[in-house]
C-alpha cells in the first residue's frame, strides 16, 4: 500500500483533502454547494477540450473553472443565481460531450477526469497542485473575516467595507483554483463530494468558525485516506469511496448534532423539574 | 446621473447630510427627492405605511442603494469611530452555522480587515461589554441561527455597536422583541446617543416606545419626506392622513398611545347592543381595569 508509486496518491489525496476542507467550509457556509457542483463538473469540458485541441488539460481546466465561476457570480447577482448555475452547468457539460465526440481515441483520459485517477498520479502532477494549493490557503487565509462576514451577514457587511458582490466574484475564483488542482487527481465527482460532505459535517460538531475549518479538513483527510486504502485493499474504484465515506461522515455529524440538541434540553427539563420538587 | 457620494460631511454639525435624494426602483419612483439632516446624539423616527421607501432611505443613506440622483454624506470609518452601524430589518441566518454570538459581534469590530483573527484579551473584553450592554452576554456561546428571533435582534444590535458609530441606521430593531425586551433596546439607544452621541435613524411600526425619546419624526409618503416634532407628527389628523386610515392618538397622565382604529367596528358592535347589556358590559370593563390597577 506504500509502493513507490503509492506515494503519489497519498501526497496529492492529503493536498486535496486540505483544500477541499478549508474551501468546503466557506462553500457550505455560502450555501454555494451547486456552485461547487457546476464549477468541477463544468471544467471536466474545458480539459476534454484540452485534450482535443492538444493543450495541457490542466490550462482547459483552469479556463473552464475561472469562466464558469465568474460568469455565473456576475449573472446570478440580479437573477435567481441557481438558475443561472444550472443553465452554466448544464452548457459547459454539453460542449464536454461535444469534444469528447470528436475525440474519442482520448476518453479514457477525459473519463478519469470525472472519476479520478488517484492511484495513477505521477510525482510531475503534484507540483502544479501545490503551487494552486498554495495559492487557494493564501486567498482564504487573507479574505477569512471579509468570507465570514460576507457570507453569514451579506446585507451588514458594507457597513464594515465589505462588499458581498465582490466577495462572490472573489469566492469563485478560490473556488475555480481549488476545482483546476483538484480535478486531475480526484475527479469532479470527488472533488464535489469532498467541498460538501466533511464540511457540513463539521458543522455539526462545532459552534466556532475556527474549530469547524480545521475539523473539516480533518473529515476530508479521514475520507481520502480511507478511500485509498480501500481501494487499494479491494480494487474497486476510489471515487466509489470518497463518496460513500462523505456522505457516511455527513450523517454521522448530523447524529452528533441530534444528540447535542437533546441532551442539554433533558438537563434543563430535569434541572426545572428538580426546582420544582423541591419549592 | 447627478449622484455622488462623499465620505465626510461639511455641513457644520451634521453626522448626516442627504440631499435631494431620488431613487427608481424596476420603473418605479420610491423616494422623490428626500432631504435629511442628523446631528450628533440626535434620535429621529423614520415612519410611514408599508412601502413608503422606508427601507430604501435607510438602505441609500447607508450607501448600499446607489440613488438615481442626490448625495449622501455620511460618517466615514477611521481609527476612532466606526462610521455607520446598520440593523437591517430581515436577517435570513443558517441554523447550523459554526458562529456563536460572540462570533458575530467581533465580525462589527474587525469583520473588515484581512487575515485571520488573534483576538487578545482587550478585543475580547470589549465583545463582553458589548454583549451585556444589549442583554446578551447569557446566550454569547450560543449558535446565532439557534437563537430565538429576539436573541438575534439583540446580538446583531451589539454587532453593529461595538465599532462605535458615529450613525446607526436601525430598520424596525424592534419588531422580534417583547415589550420589555423592546423598552431594554430603547432605553440603551437613549443612553449611547447621550454619552456616546451616536445619531440615531429608526424605522418603527409600533412608535409607543419610541415617542418618549425621539427628537424628531421624519415621515415618508408619497415619495417625499416631511419632518416634524413628535408633537407635530404624533396627532391622530396628521397620522391618519399619512396612514389613509383612521388612527388615533391618546394622550394621558403625561403618556401618549398611538392606536390605529379598526374602522371603529368595537363602536359599532356596542352601538347594536341592548343600551343595558352595553352599560353593564362597560362596567364590568371598568371593574376589571380598576382590579387590574390594583
Given at each position: 500500500m506504500?509502493?513507490?508509486?503509492?506515494v503519489?496518491?497519498?501526497?496529492?489525496?492529503?493536498?486535496?483533502a486540505?483544500?477541499a476542507?478549508?474551501?468546503g467550509?466557506?462553500?457550505?457556509?455560502r450555501g454555494?454547494?451547486?456552485?461547487a457542483?457546476?464549477?468541477p463538473h463544468?471544467?471536466?469540458?474545458?480539459?476534454?477540450?484540452?485534450?482535443?485541441?492538444?493543450?495541457?488539460?490542466?490550462?482547459?481546466l483552469g479556463?473552464f473553472?475561472?469562466?464558469g465561476?465568474?460568469?455565473?457570480?456576475?449573472?446570478?447577482?440580479?437573477?435567481?443565481?441557481d438558475v443561472?448555475?444550472?443553465?452554466?452547468?448544464?452548457?459547459?457539460?454539453?460542449?464536454?460531450?461535444?469534444?469528447?465526440?470528436?475525440?474519442s481515441?482520448?476518453s479514457?483520459?477525459?473519463?478519469?477526469l470525472?472519476?479520478g485517477q488517484?492511484?495513477?498520479?505521477?510525482?510531475?502532477?503534484?507540483?502544479?497542485?501545490?503551487?494552486?494549493?498554495?495559492?487557494?490557503?493564501?486567498?482564504?487565509?487573507l479574505?477569512?473575516?471579509?468570507?465570514?462576514?460576507?457570507?453569514?451577514?451579506?446585507e451588514m457587511a458594507?457597513?464594515?467595507g465589505?462588499?458581498?458582490?465582490?466577495i462572490?466574484v472573489?469566492?469563485?475564483?478560490i473556488?475555480a483554483c481549488?476545482?483546476?488542482?483538484?480535478?486531475?487527481?480526484?475527479?469532479?465527482l470527488?472533488?464535489?463530494?469532498?467541498?460538501?460532505?466533511?464540511?457540513?459535517?463539521?458543522?455539526?460538531?462545532?459552534?466556532?468558525?475556527?474549530?469547524?475549518?480545521p475539523?473539516?479538513?480533518?473529515?476530508?483527510?479521514v475520507t481520502?485516506?480511507?478511500s485509498?486504502?480501500?481501494a487499494y485493499?479491494?480494487?474497486?474504484?476510489?471515487?466509489?469511496?470518497?463518496t460513500?465515506?462523505?456522505?457516511?461522515?455527513?450523517?454521522?455529524?448530523?447524529?452528533?448534532?441530534?444528540?447535542?440538541?437533546?441532551?442539554p434540553?433533558?438537563?434543563?427539563?430535569?434541572?426545572?423539574?428538580?426546582?420544582?420538587v423541591?419549592? | 446621473?447627478t449622484?455622488s457620494t462623499q465620505e465626510?460631511?461639511?455641513?457644520p454639525g451634521a453626522v448626516?447630510?442627504?440631499?435631494?435624494i431620488?431613487?427608481?426602483?424596476?420603473?418605479?419612483?420610491?423616494?422623490d427627492?428626500?432631504d435629511?439632516?442628523?446631528?450628533?446624539?440626535?434620535f429621529?423616527?423614520?415612519?410611514?405605511a408599508?412601502?413608503a421607501?422606508k427601507?430604501?432611505?435607510?438602505?441609500s443613506l447607508?450607501?448600499?442603494?446607489?440613488?438615481?440622483?442626490?448625495?449622501?454624506?455620511r460618517?466615514r470609518?477611521?481609527?476612532?469611530t466606526?462610521g455607520?452601524?446598520?440593523?437591517p430589518?430581515?436577517?435570513?441566518?443558517?441554523?447550523?452555522?459554526p458562529?456563536r454570538?460572540?462570533?458575530v459581534?467581533?465580525?462589527?469590530?474587525?469583520g473588515?480587515r484581512?487575515?485571520?483573527p488573534?483576538?487578545?484579551?482587550?478585543?475580547?473584553k470589549?465583545v463582553d461589554?458589548t454583549?451585556?450592554?444589549?442583554?446578551?452576554?447569557?446566550?454569547?456561546?450560543?449558535?446565532?441561527?439557534e437563537m430565538?428571533?429576539?436573541?438575534?435582534?439583540?446580538?446583531?444590535?451589539?454587532h453593529?455597536l461595538?465599532?462605535?458609530?458615529?450613525?446607526?441606521?436601525?430598520?424596525?430593531?424592534?419588531a422580534?422583541l417583547?415589550?420589555?425586551?423592546?423598552y431594554?433596546i430603547?432605553?440603551?439607544?437613549?443612553r449611547?446617543r447621550r454619552?456616546?452621541?451616536?445619531?440615531?435613524?429608526?424605522?418603527?411600526h409600533d412608535?409607543?416606545?419610541?415617542?418618549?425619546?425621539?427628537?424628531r419624526?421624519v415621515y415618508?409618503?408619497?415619495?417625499?419626506?416631511?419632518?416634524?416634532?413628535?408633537?407635530a407628527v404624533?396627532?391622530s389628523?396628521v397620522?391618519?392622513r399619512?396612514?389613509?386610515r383612521?388612527?388615533r392618538?391618546i394622550?394621558?397622565?403625561?403618556r401618549?398611545?398611538?392606536?390605529?382604529?379598526?374602522?371603529g367596528?368595537?363602536?359599532?358592535?356596542?352601538?347594536?347592543?341592548p343600551?343595558?347589556?352595553a352599560?353593564?358590559?362597560?362596567s364590568?370593563?371598568?371593574?376589571?381595569?380598576?382590579?387590574?390597577?390594583?
Amino acid at each position: 500500500m506504500f509502493e513507490d508509486f503509492m506515494v503519489n496518491a497519498w501526497e496529492a489525496g492529503t493536498i486535496v483533502a486540505i483544500i477541499a476542507g478549508v474551501v468546503g467550509f466557506f462553500v457550505v457556509l455560502r450555501g454555494n454547494s451547486f456552485l461547487a457542483h457546476a464549477v468541477p463538473h463544468g471544467a471536466f469540458a474545458g480539459a476534454a477540450g484540452a485534450v482535443l485541441i492538444g493543450v495541457d488539460p490542466l490550462i482547459g481546466l483552469g479556463v473552464f473553472a475561472a469562466g464558469g465561476a465568474l460568469t455565473i457570480s456576475v449573472l446570478g447577482r440580479r437573477a435567481r443565481s441557481d438558475v443561472i448555475t444550472a443553465l452554466s452547468l448544464a452548457m459547459m457539460l454539453g460542449l464536454g460531450s461535444f469534444f469528447l465526440s470528436r475525440s474519442s481515441e482520448y476518453s479514457a483520459e477525459v473519463f478519469s477526469l470525472l472519476f479520478g485517477q488517484i492511484l495513477g498520479v505521477s510525482s510531475v502532477q503534484i507540483v502544479p497542485m501545490i503551487v494552486l494549493g498554495a495559492v487557494c490557503l493564501a486567498a482564504v487565509g487573507l479574505l477569512y473575516r471579509p468570507l465570514l462576514i460576507a457570507s453569514v451577514l451579506p446585507e451588514m457587511a458594507p457597513s464594515r467595507g465589505v462588499n458581498p458582490q465582490i466577495i462572490t466574484v472573489v469566492f469563485g475564483f478560490i473556488l475555480a483554483c481549488a476545482t483546476t488542482m483538484s480535478v486531475p487527481i480526484v475527479g469532479a465527482l470527488l472533488m464535489f463530494a469532498l467541498l460538501v460532505g466533511p464540511p457540513a459535517a463539521a458543522r455539526f460538531v462545532t459552534r466556532r468558525p475556527v474549530t469547524a475549518i480545521p475539523l473539516s479538513v480533518l473529515l476530508a483527510l479521514v475520507t481520502i485516506w480511507a478511500s485509498i486504502a480501500l481501494a487499494y485493499v479491494s480494487d474497486w474504484p476510489v471515487g466509489f469511496f470518497v463518496t460513500a465515506i462523505s456522505a457516511l461522515i455527513y450523517v454521522a455529524g448530523r447524529g452528533v448534532s441530534a444528540l447535542r440538541r437533546r441532551v442539554p434540553a433533558s438537563r434543563n427539563t430535569a434541572r426545572v423539574e428538580a426546582e420544582a420538587v423541591a419549592a | 446621473m447627478t449622484h455622488s457620494t462623499q465620505e465626510w460631511n461639511d455641513v457644520p454639525g451634521a453626522v448626516l447630510s442627504a440631499r435631494d435624494i431620488r431613487v427608481t426602483l424596476s420603473g418605479k419612483l420610491i423616494l422623490d427627492g428626500v432631504d435629511l439632516d442628523v446631528a450628533p446624539g440626535e434620535f429621529v423616527g423614520l415612519i410611514g405605511a408599508n412601502g413608503a421607501g422606508k427601507t430604501t432611505l435607510l438602505r441609500s443613506l447607508l450607501g448600499v442603494l446607489k440613488p438615481t440622483s442626490g448625495t449622501v454624506e455620511r460618517p466615514r470609518r477611521d481609527a476612532r469611530t466606526g462610521g455607520v452601524g446598520y440593523l437591517p430589518q430581515k436577517v435570513a441566518l443558517d441554523v447550523d452555522a459554526p458562529l456563536r454570538a460572540r462570533d458575530v459581534v467581533a465580525l462589527g469590530l474587525d469583520g473588515g480587515r484581512p487575515g485571520i483573527p488573534l483576538h487578545r484579551r482587550a478585543t475580547r473584553k470589549r465583545v463582553d461589554e458589548t454583549l451585556d450592554a444589549v442583554n446578551a452576554l447569557s446566550f454569547a456561546e450560543q449558535r446565532i441561527g439557534e437563537m430565538s428571533g429576539g436573541q438575534q435582534q439583540r446580538v446583531l444590535l451589539a454587532h453593529a455597536l461595538i465599532s462605535d458609530p458615529a450613525l446607526l441606521l436601525l430598520d424596525e430593531p424592534l419588531a422580534n422583541l417583547d415589550p420589555a425586551s423592546a423598552y431594554d433596546i430603547v432605553t440603551l439607544l437613549d443612553r449611547l446617543r447621550r454619552t456616546h452621541r451616536v445619531a440615531i435613524v429608526i424605522t418603527a411600526h409600533d412608535m409607543n416606545l419610541l415617542l418618549p425619546v425621539m427628537d424628531r419624526i421624519v415621515y415618508l409618503a408619497g415619495g417625499r419626506a416631511v419632518t416634524g416634532s413628535p408633537e407635530a407628527v404624533v396627532r391622530s389628523d396628521v397620522l391618519t392622513r399619512l396612514y389613509g386610515r383612521p388612527i388615533r392618538v391618546i394622550r394621558a397622565e403625561g403618556r401618549v398611545m398611538v392606536i390605529a382604529d379598526d374602522a371603529g367596528i368595537p363602536d359599532e358592535v356596542h352601538h347594536e347592543l341592548p343600551a343595558e347589556v352595553a352599560g353593564a358590559s362597560g362596567s364590568s370593563g371598568l371593574s376589571g381595569s380598576s382590579g387590574g390597577g390594583l
